[in-house]
Every structure is written in structure tokens, then in C-alpha cells.
């Protein structure tokens, strides 16, 4: 398993996360190239079936991360957004999907710092969980 | 407290009472209409039908042992828009369910319509049916309802009513502003009527039937229906988790699906004009479909067979009543109301909602609290 690399879906938001992702790219932080960053406008467009999407495709885990409570640019997109990954967290798992390969997170504009360190911590845990069952038994 | 009154049977007939009452219901004047189950004339075929004629009730059955389809989303097109006046709606009580869930979705509104509820002792598939009644109508309803009625069978030579109605734990109406009662009642000799709501005793006062009691034998007998049901449901759940336990299980139980997509059109809450699996983001480029097979050599078509079930279950399972038409209109018998029922079970438990129950109850998807689910944040809020 020592050279299995993780494929991760990241569902970030404009004003938070995504722009937390800019600071640590001008900051010169490093963070594993595992991630593959989406934007979206809002945590709240996030429709579970993009996450469904990204499990059947293949992904080894998905994160959705926006603005923290109180900080949504849209007032309440990201308590919307909790609420689809718990039903989310609620069906998955009914199936085998390991529950620590959904991750919602909290990171602010400012947070440079927490993007990077995140997604490390996020890469190593998802690398000890290994490959999603589905890669090997999905045929679509 | 309910008002509640009786309809008199005579010949040990119900059915006809039930008509007379019907009938007496359109005569007062109040309603514009009244929708209720008929034998068609062409054929004998059960089928929803809008009445205005109180002389055009002679087919209306609705303790048939049959619901072709879930009335609900009928009613919600029949209340979407201000109506100048009442109609009233004959249905099920899971049909009763999901119209207040299209309600709540704003599919449909309760401002027109009196919902008279039926205890439902179940029903057979559209397959089935036929097999059962033949060419009989209230005959073959008669003999259900004198075997099936306070715990006898429902069974008839090597079939039994729908997996969803041996499954289902609401066998008696919910919301109903008017409600007629079988369980525990003498149905050769007396129907109950119980008015809930102040809408259903105004038009029950105006048919003038004599006040009744509530028989004894009548919380006893659904008590012991609602035991047995739920036993079976909690067996169908614990069967259901486990043959759908890993994604390659999954993945078996629904192999035989084609991607028809009848699940979804029958399904009373499942309500979007355009349902996304029919857009262009599933049209797919024909190069699309070579690069997938490449990834493993080989591509079972059509595609999106889990993804559309695993869709429909983030987007509609906390709104499922089970009502069953899902595996009804599966032309290759996919247990797909299993299934539905019990992921529905999880996720409406996970937010303390129950589809059906409350026209109060907001639909879980639609609110939120500032504190809440902690877990799902790691702890974080």
C-alpha cells in the first residue's frame, strides 16, 4: 500500500476555503498534490449528488469545505451544506463507504495555515484507509 | 374529540353503503368533486377518477385491493391552483402521506380538498390484481376485505399483497379530515365514519349520518395489524442492510435494473418537472463511454444505474413513504422499495422527521439550525 496515492475531491467555496487555498499558494505553503480543488460558489450548491458523483468515479475521499458558521457570504449556505453531509453520512456508509472518506471542514480566507495543514492531515488518513472499495468493483 | 357516525350496511354489502355515502357527500352540495377510485367501464381496471355527477358512481371502489398508482401527485395537480371551492379526495393512507409531503414541497395545497382516508388492509401489484379479481369488480373486493379484515389472510393461490404493504406500519390514515374505519368493525352491518377536523365535520353534519361510538374491538384489532407489520418491516430492513452492505452487493441487488426510470416516474414525491438524470449532463459523448470501458477493460451499459438509485436516495429518501409504486412499476422486479424503505428509515430517523406525519414538520433539507451535528464537522461547529 506504500505506493497507493489517494485521489481527493474537494468541494471548497469562493470566499473561504478556495480563497484559503490562494493564500497558501502565495504564501508558499505546500500541501500534497492529491487534492483536487472544485469552486463553487457556495458550500450550499453542493449537491450530495456531486459527492455520489465523485465515489463512483473513483474518488478515495471527498471534502466539502466552506466558510465557518456566522461567516457565510450567502448568510446560511454552509449550515445547508451540513445538513446534506450528515443525510450523506447516513446513506454511504449503508453501503461500505468508509464514513472517514466524507470530511466537511470550516476554513476562513485568512486561514492559509489550516488549508495546507488539512489537506496533509486529510492525504495521510485517507493513504491509511487505502483505495475506495468502488475502484476495484465499479463497473459503472 | 372526533365526531364520529356510522354508515348502515345492508345486504352485508359495503361497498354499496359506501357509494350511498359518496354520493350523499356530493349531493350536499358543498363539493365541486370528489376523486375516487373506479372499475373503469372498459375494463376492469381500478383507476382515480374526478366525479361531479353524484349518478356516476356506480364503479367506485376504493377498498379494491389495488392502487395502480399513488394518487398524491393527481390531488397536488388537482389543488395546485386556487379551485373557487372544495373537492374531495378518497385515498389511502400512504397516499394521504405523500400528498402532505408534496404540500410541504409546494406540489400542492390543502386549502380545497377534504381528504377522506380508508383503512387499508393492502393491496396487490398491478400484475397481481387481475389475477385475483379476474373479470369480478366488487365481488372480488368483497371476498378481500371478508378474508382480509382483522388478522385473517391476504394471500390468494401463490401471491400476497405487495412486499410495501406487508411492510407498512400506517395501515390507518393520518390527516384525513374525514376517515372510515374497517379494522374491528363489523363491516357486513356498520362503516365508521370519524370526522378529525373541523372541515370534516362541517360537510359530516351536512350528510346527516347517525352518531356512532367507536367499537370496542377496534384499537385492539389495528394494534395487532400494526404489530405484525412492523415485525415484518424490521425483518425486511435487517434483510435489506445486508444484502446491500458493500457497493459490489449493491451493485448485484440492482443489476437487472435497465435504467428505465419507472421508479422515479412513480413515485408520488419524487416531483421535479425535470428530473436530472434526463438532462444533457447525462448525454454523454460517445468518446466518454470508450475512455470508462478503457479503465477496466470492459463498461456494463447503460451507465448510471447506482448513481441514478443512490441519487434518488439522497434527494428523495427523507421525504418516502413507501408506498411501494416504485417496485410496482419495476418491469424487472428490482426490490426497489426495500431498499428505499429502509435507507428512508435511516436518514428521516437521523433528523428526527417522519414523511407524512405532520404538515408541520418541515422537510429536513429545507431548514437547519445553527448548533447542530457537531459530529459531522468533527466536532467543530
Not at chain 2, 391552483?81 to 414541497?105: D, M, Q, T, W, Y
Not at chain 2, 379530515?177 to 370519524?194: A, C, P, Q, R, Y
Request: hydrophobic share 40%; proline share 6%; aromatic share 8%.
Amino acid at each position: 500500500m506504500a505506493d497507493f496515492e489517494p485521489t481527493i475531491i474537494a468541494f471548497v467555496c469562493n470566499w473561504c476555503t478556495y480563497t484559503a487555498a490562494d493564500l497558501a499558494g502565495t504564501s508558499r505553503l505546500t500541501y500534497p498534490r492529491n487534492v483536487r480543488l472544485i469552486r463553487v460558489m457556495c458550500t450550499g450548491m453542493v449537491d450530495p449528488q456531486y459527492v455520489v458523483k465523485a465515489f463512483l468515479a473513483g474518488a478515495d475521499a471527498v471534502l466539502v469545505s466552506g466558510c465557518h458558521p456566522g461567516d457565510c457570504h450567502y448568510i446560511n449556505g454552509n449550515f445547508k451544506a451540513r445538513r446534506r453531509i450528515k443525510l450523506l453520512k447516513e446513506i454511504l456508509p449503508r453501503f461500505g463507504f468508509d464514513e472517514g472518506r466524507l470530511r466537511l471542514t470550516w476554513i476562513g480566507a485568512s486561514e492559509g495555515v489550516d488549508f495546507a495543514h488539512t489537506m496533509t492531515q486529510l492525504v495521510d488518513e485517507v493513504r491509511a484507509l487505502g483505495p475506495n472499495d468502488v475502484r476495484s468493483q465499479m463497473v459503472l | 374529540m372526533a365526531k364520529i357516525a356510522k354508515i348502515e350496511v345492508t345486504d352485508s354489502n359495503p361497498l354499496t353503503s359506501l357509494k350511498g355515502f359518496f354520493k350523499s357527500l356530493l349531493e350536499t352540495g358543498e363539493l365541486k368533486g370528489l376523486m375516487v377510485p373506479q372499475h373503469l367501464p372498459m375494463k376492469n381496471v381500478v383507476m382515480p377518477t374526478l366525479v361531479t355527477d353524484p349518478e356516476k358512481l356506480e364503479g367506485a371502489d376504493p377498498l379494491a385491493p389495488v392502487f395502480p398508482l399513488n394518487a398524491a401527485k393527481l390531488v397536488g395537480r388537482l389543488t395546485r391552483k386556487p379551485l373557487h371551492g372544495s373537492v374531495a379526495a378518497v385515498l389511502r393512507p400512504c397516499e394521504i402521506r405523500a400528498f402532505i409531503e408534496l404540500v410541504k414541497l409546494k406540489q400542492g395545497s390543502m386549502e380545497e380538498v377534504v381528504l377522506v382516508g380508508v383503512d387499508c388492509p393492502g393491496a396487490y401489484s398491478n400484475v397481481n390484481y387481475p389475477r385475483f379479481a379476474g373479470e369480478n369488480r366488487d365481488d372480488a373486493t368483497l371476498k378481500f376485505l371478508g378474508s382480509a379484515l382483522d388478522g385473517g389472510s391476504t394471500a390468494f393461490e401463490d401471491f400476497d399483497i405487495s412486499t410495501a404493504c406487508m411492510a407498512c406500519e400506517h395501515p390507518v390514515p393520518r390527516n384525513a379530515d374525514l376517515s372510515i374505519g374497517l379494522f374491528g368493525v363489523d363491516v357486513n352491518k356498520e362503516l365508521i365514519i370519524t370526522a378529525n377536523t373541523d372541515k370534516g365535520e362541517d360537510i359530516l353534519d351536512k350528510v346527516g349520518l347517525s352518531a356512532a361510538e367507536e367499537p370496542g374491538a377496534r384499537e385492539g384489532a389495528i394494534a395487532a395489524l400494526v404489530e405484525k407489520r412492523t415485525a415484518y418491516r424490521d425483518r425486511m430492513f435487517e434483510e435489506t442492510s445486508e444484502a446491500t452492505s458493500d457497493i459490489e452487493k449493491l451493485n448485484n441487488y440492482l443489476a437487472s435494473c435497465v435504467n428505465c426510470y419507472n421508479c422515479r416516474v412513480a413515485c408520488p414525491v419524487c416531483y421535479c418537472r425535470e428530473c436530472v438524470f434526463l438532462t444533457d449532463a447525462f448525454d454523454h459523448e460517445p468518446v466518454q463511454y470508450l475512455s470508462w470501458a478503457k479503465g477496466k477493460g470492459m463498461l456494463k451499459m447503460p451507465t448510471d444505474t447506482v448513481f441514478f438509485h443512490l441519487t434518488r436516495l439522497v434527494h428523495m429518501s427523507t421525504a418516502c413513504v413507501g408506498c411501494g409504486q416504485c417496485s410496482n412499476a419495476c418491469p424487472n422486479n428490482v426490490p426497489v422499495v426495500e431498499l428505499f424503505k429502509t435507507l428512508a428509515s435511516y436518514t428521516q430517523k437521523a433528523f428526527a422527521y417522519e414523511a407524512g406525519r405532520s404538515p408541520e414538520e418541515e422537510p429536513p433539507l429545507s431548514v437547519f439550525h445553527e448548533a447542530e451535528f457537531p459530529e459531522v464537522t468533527g466536532g467543530k461547529h
